[in-house]
Nanobody
């Protein structure tokens, strides 16, 4: 069984910073592409940032220049550094990873979600 465990959400003032972490564990052979999604109340879940196995990154336009996705392959962990946070960044953030299990089948897994609230 494979799990993604997130940490790092919380309450922050506009202009502040937070760092999210997401660690994969369990019966995995390799972690492939990883990503962060978010879902605000009344809105659809959207892709925030993604990072390939080789480190290629993509971002949604609204976070470019403010958020940085990274990964530590040795720890099977990805991070989302969020700077210059805005009210509209308030959402539940979910990590996602495509993982090759020890049975050599690949599946998409999701973290439990962590709340990020930007408020003064």
């Amino acid at each position: 069984q494979v799990q993604l465990v997130e940490s790092g959400g919380g309450l922050v003032q506009p202009g502040g910073s937070l760092r999210l972490s997401c660690a994969a564990s369990g019966s995995l052979f390799r972690v492939n592409d990883m990503a962060w999604y978010r879902q605000a109340p009344g809105k659809q879940r959207e892709l925030v940032a993604a990072i390939s196995t080789g480190g290629t990154t993509t971002y949604t336009d609204s976070v470019k220049g403010r958020f940085t996705i990274s990964r530590d392959n040795a720890k099977n962990t990805q991070y989302l550094q969020m700077n210059s946070l805005k009210f509209e960044d308030t959402a539940v953030y979910y990590c996602n990873a495509n993982i090759l299990t020890i049975s050599f089948r690949a599946f998409d897994y999701w973290g439990q979600g962590t709340q990020v609230t930007v408020s003064s």
